[in-house]
């Protein structure tokens, strides 16, 4: 069974293979398909909204069961900012290390206690009947200050989780704890009852 994922994040792509390939889904992108996506505007208000309207946009262009992911990071201390505006809240041509550095400049006086922060991960499956399946996942940890590691991509280099940031995770280490990963195993739950109620689980 094919399954085309909405994204253009190579490294995101990677992460939503690892837990699909076990269920006997081929996750695809619009390009191996040969597909152009539509630009879609990305302008609900929550990471769910947003992961729909992506989700929605790829099945209908491409007549194949779609997975979108929209994800980003929360900051206790900048009122929940970046949240859905994570990809651009440094610009549109911001780097992750542009990125990472915008929020350690706005922290630099935050005390370690008050450096809250959270990951978040809305996954929408959106199928050519209409049906849906909608996961959320989260992984609560704090900012960092200064950057470590090479691993993980956007802002994993300055999010501590239980004391040392994503950037100097494993990808399996990610995997068990990360926002992703959390909600990419309750999509698994919920594409395995799917997929058996409606005789289509192999």
């Avoid at 440094?90 to 915008?102: I, R, V, Y």
């Avoid at 630099?108 to 809250?116: L, T």
Wanted: net charge negative.
């Amino acid at each position: 069974m094919k399954f085309i994922i909405a994204t253009n994040n190579a490294k995101k792509l990677v992460e939503l293979e690892r837990i699909l390939q076990p269920l006997g889904i081929e996750a695809v992108t619009a390009k191996q398909e040969g597909i152009a996506l539509d630009d879609v505007e990305e302008n609900g208000t929550t990471f769910m909204e947003n992961s729909f309207i992506k989700a929605d946009s790829a099945c209908k262009k491409s007549g194949l069961p779609a997975i979108a992911d929209d994800s980003g990071i929360c900051v206790d201390a900048l009122g929940g900012a970046p949240g859905i505006y994570s990809a651009r809240f440094a610009g549109e041509e911001a780097t992750d290390e542009d990125k990472n550095a915008l929020i350690l400049e706005k922290l630099k006086n935050v005390e370690q206690s008050k450096r809250g922060a959270h990951y978040v991960s809305a996954i929408s499956c959106v199928f050519p009947n209409g049906d849906k399946i909608q996961v959320e996942g989260k992984c609560f940890g704090d900012i960092a200050y200064e950057p470590s590691g090479n691993g993980g991509f956007g802002y994993d280099p300055i999010f501590l989780y239980e004391g040392r940031s994503f950037g100097d995770f494993t990808p399996d280490e990610k995997d068990k704890v990360s926002h992703r990963g959390n909600s990419l195993r309750m999509l698994k739950e919920e594409l395995i009852k799917y997929l058996e109620e409606n005789n289509a689980y192999k």
